[in-house]
Antibody
Framework: EVQLVQSGAEVKKPGESLKISCKGSGYIFTNYWIVWVRQMPGKGLEWMGIIYPGDSDTRYSPSFQGQVTISADKSISTAYLQWSSLKASDTAIYYC???????????????WGQGTTVTVSS | DIQLTQSPSFLSASVGDTVTITCRASQGISSYLAWYQQKPGKAPKLLIYAASTLQSGVPSRFSGSGSGTDFTLTISSLQPEDFATYYCQQLNFYPLTFGGGTKVEIK
């Protein structure tokens, strides 16, 4: 079964760092892009960025460029989203997702992680 | 960035109704548009890609159409499990933006 399993919920203080993960299984991890999506409380979906684990090609939304870092460790089939200094406004659910076709993004995201809830509060 | 404007943002409908949601792109995106359904507390689910291709396992009462800048998602004979929020996403240009969402509620 193709799956993306994300790390558990996090509660952090402003200014702290954080790295959350998304582990792929049931498919060749290096052949599929991984996307990160933010959903703030009661709000819509926001596309943050994308990485191709095969060569670590990474693109960011301008809204998130410089605010987060996306990376991947293909040896353990895991993608990451990290912050160096969290803000209260980073409080959200973060999803990873995978497109429906290898090496392509144009067919939509057909496999999603369960989401990681990040709460940033003093 | 490509802006996607969904309308309406909220609609109230009854079981058995046919509903249509529109998604307008700020510039042409060919047919590189997907539709998702999201229920509370759950991850989004892919319904349609390439504007009109039904994802495997999705009921045929869902259909999509359009190309260029104007797209529609139609749900025929609305079922109780269809009450959810629906999002469009363009997949032609980075960043791969989402529409603002349409919440479909029971009348």
């Amino acid at each position: 079964e193709v799956q993306l399993v994300q790390s558990g919920a996090e509660v952090k203080k402003p200014g702290e760092s954080l790295k959350i993960s998304c582990k792929g299984s049931g498919y060749i991890f290096t052949n599929y892009w991984i996307v990160w999506v933010r959903q703030m409380p009661g709000k819509g979906l926001e596309w943050m960025g994308i990485i191709y684990p095969g060569d670590s090609d990474t693109r960011y939304s301008p809204s998130f460029q410089g605010q987060v870092t996306i990376s991947a460790d293909k040896s353990i089939s895991t993608a990451y989203l990290q912050w160096s200094s969290l803000k209260a406004s980073d409080t959200a659910i973060y999803y990873c997702a995978r497109p429906g076709r290898a090496a392509m993004i144009t067919y939509g995201m057909d496999v999603w992680g369960q989401g990681t809830t990040v709460t940033v509060s003093s | 960035d490509i802006q996607l404007t969904q309308s309406p943002s909220f609609l109230s409908a009854s079981v058995g109704d046919t509903v249509t949601i529109t998604c307008r792109a700020s510039q042409g995106i060919s047919s590189y548009l997907a539709w998702y359904q999201q229920k509370p507390g759950k991850a989004p689910k892919l319904l349609i890609y390439a504007a009109s291709t039904l994802q495997s396992g999705v009921p045929s009462r869902f259909s999509g159409s359009g190309s260029g800048t104007d797209f529609t998602l139609t749900i025929s004979s609305l079922q109780p499990e269809d009450f959810a929020t629906y999002y469009c996403q363009q997949l032609n240009f980075y960043p791969l933006t989402f529409g603002g969402g349409t919440k479909v509620e029971i009348k």
